[in-house]
Structures are given as structure tokens and as C-alpha cells.
């Protein structure tokens, strides 16, 4: 099976700050890789599916990037409310792997 | 606006049996592929089972293979996950979930997730 592996698993940055997430997968999925948002004690929340496409409503200071094996999500400019922890998922084919995830904390 | 609602959490001792459901409304249920994603407290998302719009496939994390089966009553709008040998590692918030546009295996639409929990 293939594996998805996220780095960091946390990391602290300022408001402002361009924040970069990575997910490597074992093996080539193309791009069929989602990002998702969950916030303390709520439902995860969709933000990029292929890889590359902001799903509606997500603020355009998200973007996703890669194919392959190598997967970036990158936050422009950090802001508040996004404190939250951030997964991967591969949906190529089952199993259907999410990441360990990447917690995201303010300095 | 498609919603998802789980039931049929609750606690159940190492062994036991539970039947979590999700009754789906707001689309068309009958032509969606279907998932139970779990949370552990404090840990990861993990994959558990997906099923078809047409119920004929049916896919496992191994971690639950063999002990879950995911199924669906169409003309009840329902999804099910029975879950049997239940033990500590078992103990999570159950979502389901599937993508509003009926066509892909990553998911816009979720419940609020029910809560197993397996102790003595």
C-alpha cells in the first residue's frame, strides 16, 4: 500500500508568515491529492483536491502544488484562524490514505 | 446541500458489537460512494471502509478487515458500518463522508461523527 508521509508534523509561525506543508507519497499518485483543514474540535474541511484546485469558499492565501510523489501546501500569509491541524489523503485508489498531519501554531 | 448524519455510537465492552448508521439527504444518495473515516482521540484521520454507489464494491483499512462491513439501504438514504471483535483501538469518532459531486474519493461533505468508545 502506499504510504503518506507529512512534514512537519508541527510547526509555530508568525501572522504574516508564508507557510509551507509537504506530503510525499510512497509511491506516484498523480495528482489525486486533497488538503484538508480541521480546526479544534470540528469537522475536517475540504481546501484542495488535484493537487492544485482551491475548493469554493477556501481563501486564495491557500494553494496546493506537486504531483507524483511530492505534494506542497503552502499558506501565503498565515492569519489566525488558520490555527489548525492540516492532512493529506490520496484518492487515486483504496486505501483511500490520509497523512499523519501537520499541526499549525502562532509564535 | 447534502447533509450527513451519524447515529449509534456509543460504549461497548472489548469484543462487543456496534452498528453505527448516516442518513444522508440534500442529493442523490443512491448513485454517491460512500466512507467511514475515524478519528482516536487525539490522533490522525485514518480511512476505515468505502463503499459504491451501487454497493457491489466495498473497501477496508486493514486495520478493520474482517471484523467491519460496510453496507447501504438506498431506499432508506442510510449508510451502515457494522463493527464486530471491537477492542481499545477501535475507540474513535466515526465520520461519514463522501464527495458532493458523486464522482471522486476525496471528500467535501462530512457529519459531525458519532463517538465509540470500547471499554470494560
Known amino acids: 500500500d502506499i504510504q503518506m508521509t507529512q512534514s512537519p508534523s508541527s510547526l509555530s509561525a508568525s501572522v504574516g508568515d508564508r507557510v509551507t506543508i509537504t506530503c510525499r507519497a510512497s509511491?506516484?499518485?498523480?495528482?489525486?491529492l486533497a488538503w484538508y483543514q480541521q480546526k479544534l474540535g470540528k469537522v475536517p474541511k475540504l481546501l484542495i483536491y488535484?493537487?492544485?484546485t482551491l475548493q469554493s469558499g477556501v481563501p486564495s492565501r491557500f494553494s496546493g502544488s506537486g504531483s507524483e510523489t511530492d505534494f506542497t501546501l503552502t499558506i501565503s500569509s498565515l492569519q489566525p484562524e488558520d490555527v489548525a491541524t492540516y492532512y493529506c489523503?490520496?484518492?487515486?485508489?483504496?486505501?483511500?490514505?490520509f497523512g499523519g498531519g501537520t499541526k499549525v501554531e502562532l509564535k | 446541500e447534502v447533509q450527513l448524519l451519524e447515529s449509534g455510537g456509543g460504549l461497548v465492552q472489548p469484543g462487543g458489537s456496534l452498528r453505527l448508521s448516516c442518513a444522508a439527504s440534500g442529493f442523490a444518495f443512491s448513485i454517491y460512494a460512500m466512507t467511514w473515516v475515524r478519528q482516536a482521540p487525539g490522533k490522525g484521520l485514518e480511512w476505515v471502509s468505502t463503499?459504491?454507489?451501487?454497493?457491489?464494491?466495498?473497501y477496508y483499512a486493514d486495520s478493520v478487515k474482517g471484523r467491519f462491513t460496510i453496507s447501504r439501504d438506498d431506499s432508506k438514504n442510510t449508510l451502515y458500518l457494522q463493527m464486530n471483535s471491537l477492542s481499545a483501538e477501535d475507540t474513535a469518532v466515526y465520520y461519514c463522508?463522501?464527495?458532493?459531486?458523486?464522482?471522486?474519493?476525496?471528500?467535501?461533505?462530512w457529519g459531525q461523527g458519532t463517538l465509540v468508545t470500547v471499554s470494560s
Open positions: 463522508a463522501c464527495d458532493s459531486s458523486g464522482y471522486y474519493y476525496y471528500f467535501d461533505s
Open positions: 489523503q490520496k484518492y487515486n485508489s483504496a486505501p483511500l490514505t
Open positions: 509511491q506516484g499518485i498523480s495528482t489525486y
Open positions: 463503499i459504491n454507489y451501487n454497493g457491489v464494491g466495498a
Open positions: 488535484a493537487a492544485s
